[in-house]
Nanobody
């Protein structure tokens, strides 16, 4: 099995930065892409960013492009999400996800494994 463990969430103020980490363990081969999604209270879970494991291609939601950066460390089986210039709308539980087959990285159904999530709260 695969385990994904997120960390790095917390309470920050508007304009602050946070870096989330997600470590994959267990059967870590066959990773095609890793992604970050988020879910705010009362809202559906939405795509934030994704990175392909082979060549590092990145994809972002329009709402975070230019402020968030996704990166990976293949040797550590870790994906990061650097979040800058945080705004109240970024507050959510952030989930890490792993895809093991080629699909549309923007869609949740493309991901087979999910972490438990880490809370990000942005105070104004």
């Amino acid at each position: 099995q695969v385990q994904l463990v997120e960390s790095g969430g917390g309470l920050v103020q508007v304009g602050d930065s946070l870096r989330l980490s997600c470590v994959a363990s267990g059967r870590t081969f066959s990773t095609v892409a890793m992604g970050w999604f988020r879910q705010a209270p009362g809202k559906e879970r939405e795509f934030v960013a994704s990175i392909t494991w082979s060549d590092g291609s990145t994809y972002y939601a329009a709402s975070v492009k230019g402020r968030f950066t996704i990166s990976r460390d293949n040797a550590k089986n870790t994906v990061y999400l650097q979040m800058n210039s945080l705004i109240p709308e970024d507050a959510a539980v952030y989930y890490c996800a792993k895809s093991i087959y080629v699909g549309n990285v923007y869609y949740q159904d493309s991901y087979s494994y999910w972490g438990q999530g880490t809370q990000v709260t942005v105070s104004s």
